[in-house]
């Protein structure tokens, strides 16, 4: 068995239309496939090869802050912060400089993780 690349990461939502403004508005992600409607739906937004999906089809599928997360690489790093924070989004962890990035932790409106990140 090889694994080849990796095909998209996912997170479950409670309120897709609250969520859609926050991927689709806040961080102008470009919807590219979804199945449903607009109530309950797989939304796809594909960010160069790889895809971010949300969705709220399964009530089984819950959002969880400790789970998974997925690392969103910034053109601007700091134009990303000073938006988010603009906009009232929750850091979970505030802006950090490693050796080989810049990186925060956000929450979505339910709660999922996210890593605003930027390389050095």
Known sequence: MKVI???????PVTDLKRAEKFYAGLLEL???HRW???????????????????SNFSDDWKPNPGGGSVGLEME?????????KKAGV?????PQDTPV???????????????IHKRK
């Open 5 to 11: 690349e990796l095909a998209f990461t996912a997170y």
């Open 30 to 32: 470009k919807e590219t």
């Open 36 to 54: 449903g409607d607009e109530n309950k739906a797989w939304v796809e937004y594909d960010i160069g090869p790889g895809t971010l999906a949300i």
């Open 76 to 84: 601007n790093f700091d134009a990303a912060i000073a938006e988010l």
């Open 90 to 94: 929750k850091f979970v962890w505030e």
């Open 101 to 115: 990035c810049h990186m925060a932790i956000v929450s979505d409106p339910d709660g999922n993780s996210i890593c």
